[in-house]
């Protein structure tokens, strides 16, 4: 094949202009890997002069980006734009129904389309890949859905949003409360126009939407996820969590169970000798637990433009090199619609509170527990100057039902300072 | 593609028997991601009779295991033989001669032959694979050759000898020399019937240069590999490294340089903060860096059972899905005989010494560093009894060449008690 791949680039942001910058800087290598040059033939973004520290001025322009999708010389549609719905979407679609192939980096737009669009896409037998859509640059789609493909998938795990590893890392190393570090990071513009995408889970949470459907062959189902932001993380709990050998993590947690796909993104602890645990800064990690592989960890930068652009540059020379296979792995039509699984499975908690200080006020609390079927591991009550006691449990392996109940019962114990803190101890 | 992948199996050992339960367990698994049925038809081992955990009485029976490259039923050919010549050389050769695919965990055959057994498996148009060759479970050929494949590779590094990494972290866990945890090892199975292969860099070395051949797009050159094992590392050293904030590895390096390509697998020291320094029993790691995607960083089971059987699945599934790609990234007959680098590039040094007391030894020692270029970062010597002064030091950047000449001065100088140890610091 010496037929060049011709490249339509939707978005010229920081990832699009990384792109720009990889296929200028290595049309040789590219060649040589892809068997056939990679070329860009067309652009689109909201501004055609803006200056981007790359030259785009050989590359034809569209004013309107669903018009790459439209031009007789473009093969391959790479989507930056963003956003679940609206011209993204309009574009992808329009580039698999006129047999163009699509990579994007947009986890928001396949995490609520992606089962229809995995599906438009293998109808009409074009690939659809989004490396970049989900830990930066790190391979992990990739891993997951070829070089691990022999493998039942037990568990994936992920710290997925390197804002939040970075406030709760920072929180821990400068010893400041989260709303100073909070502030901190929308400074140096870690965090998205809507923060909640970031420390709200849901940017991570549809990372985690996608990895799950290519684990489990099961359809992407974002909205059952259990979504918890990392806005009540306190520093006392990294500090709590830090002298019981755990860190704290916005950690994504996908595993079919008995009941159903479980699938959660919130705040756990996790042993601080695991790499999880070793986790430092906006870095990223996912953890791929299969029947015969055992676990495996990958680690990179999870944004930027180099390491995402790196990330669409794999699934570009992927179609170069004229590798087709389905989007999540098989083919859309054979993805289950797993229930999703209320209840989690067990495991130990980290539980928080202040309680007054008065008698019998902690035997309320353990009756409350072992009246929900919850036993204590550990328990220790801190001293303190005032008349409320601080408390820290950590219980022996529970649910999440079980810690819901239980945190309904010390609610009536009336010995309750303001609202406990509950956290999964995720066993790694 | 509704027609069976029909798999003949070459070695029913450890990694055979594991690919035969992976088969065995999930056929609607793979069925489902492939594309198609993954079947075993035929298998050839030493021993027809042997128990071997899984019922192999369905399959064709090979004396020869030659005989499965000329099977008309065969479409792969998994050869798990092992040994650079010899039958599992004949096999490979046969099955790619005869139009069949191939995929190997023979780590010395590619390091030895590779370049040609790629170059004839492209001229007949079939895939030779390898993951399994490389870090057992991880599946770091696929990310490295696929995944970064928009990156220009700055440098790959790698731990992938379990045994040497589970000798070096027992030696300073367990307080214990070299020979009494070598022997603990050898009890435990963990070493080749040829000890050297292990603890010699020879096994972590092959698998180097495979990864060197990816990566800069360079004929495989093993031959060329500077090479030395961990049997010269002991006790003081591992303890005084931890002192000054390292850890001892068995550390793969392979880099372009305007010299040439430097391949080194050596005993080094890396930072105790960094994944590689915290890497603890037989766990394998690979790091790569691309000028793209900054620094990747890939951990998982460097051998057994299951994850060797993984990496070996991972490529029959990209072949059962109709994945083909040049064995190394890009043609063989491109691949570049790139000049071996003679020198390392510089780099901090760690020099530890025993001196005769008297005045002006270390002085002398100074000098002779001087001498040779090299500035010293820091220098400690040690209380003792007798009239023998151990002697620390830790050098600025040095190449191999510099340290060379400090120590041939080092030998003038009269000084000088027993033999000098020389580590590399690796900066990652």
Not at 57 to 79: F, G, I, T
Not at 244 to 253: C, D, E, Q, T
Request: glycine fraction near 12%; charged fraction near 20%.
């Amino acid at each position: 094949m010496t037929t060049p791949l011709r490249l339509g680039i939707a978005g010229l942001g920081t990832v699009g202009i990384g792109v720009v910058k990889i296929v200028q800087a290595h049309p040789e290598l590219l060649a040589r890997r892809g068997g056939r040059p990679v070329e860009i033939v067309a652009v689109s973004a909201s501004s055609r002069t803006k200056n981007r520290g790359a030259d785009i001025s050989a590359y034809a322009w569209e004013d309107d980006p669903v018009q790459l999708a439209r031009r007789d010389d473009v093969d391959l549609v790479v989507e930056l734009i963003g956003g679940e719905n609206g011209v993204a979407k309009a574009l992808v679609e329009t580039a698999l129904k006129n047999g163009k192939d699509v990579v994007t980096a947009n986890k928001a737009l396949l995490s609520h389309h992606g089962n229809a669009l995995a599906a438009l896409a293998e109808s009409k037998g074009r690939s659809l890949r989004f490396e970049a859509a989900v830990a930066g640059g790190i391979p992990v789609i990739k891993a997951l859905t070829e070089g691990l493909a022999g493998n039942a998938i037990k568990r994936v795990m992920g710290v997925m949003n390197g804002t939040c590893n970075y406030i709760l890392t920072r929180m821990e190393s400068a010893r400041l409360p989260y709303d100073v570090v909070f502030e901190e990071a929308r400074k140096l513009g870690y965090l998205e126009a809507d923060p909640n995408l970031d420390v709200g889970g849901i940017d991570a949470g549809h990372k985690l939407s996608l990895l799950s459907a290519i684990a489990f062959g099961t359809r992407v189902d974002f909205d059952s996820m259990v979504l918890q932001g990392i806005g009540s993380v306190s520093i006392d709990d990294i500090q709590l969590a830090r002298d019981m050998g755990f860190s704290i993590k916005l950690l994504g947690v996908a595993q079919m169970t008995g009941r159903g796909l479980e699938q959660r993104m919130t705040p756990c602890l996790v042993p601080e000798t695991h790499p999880l645990g070793q986790l430092q800064g906006g870095t990223n990690m996912v953890v791929i637990e299969g029947d015969s592989v055992g676990q495996i960890v990958l680690r990179g930068a999870g944004a930027g433009e180099g390491p995402t652009a790196s990330a669409v540059m794999g699934d570009v020379m992927d179609i170069a090199r004229g590798i087709t296979i389905p989007t999540f792995g098989q083919p859309a039509e054979t993805l289950a619609q797993a229930p999703a699984a209320v209840v989690s499975t067990g495991a130990p908690w980290y539980l928080r509170m202040t309680l007054l200080d008065k008698p019998g006020a902690l035997a309320k609390i353990a009756t409350a527990l072992g009246d929900s079927g919850i036993s204590i591991d550990r328990m220790r009550q801190y001293s303190h100057d005032d008349a409320h006691a601080p408390v820290l449990i950590v219980t022996h392996k529970a649910t999440s039902d079980d810690i819901a109940m239980a945190l309904e019962r010390f609610e009536g114990t009336g010995v309750l300072v303001g609202e406990p803190v509950a956290m999964r101890i995720e066993e790694v």
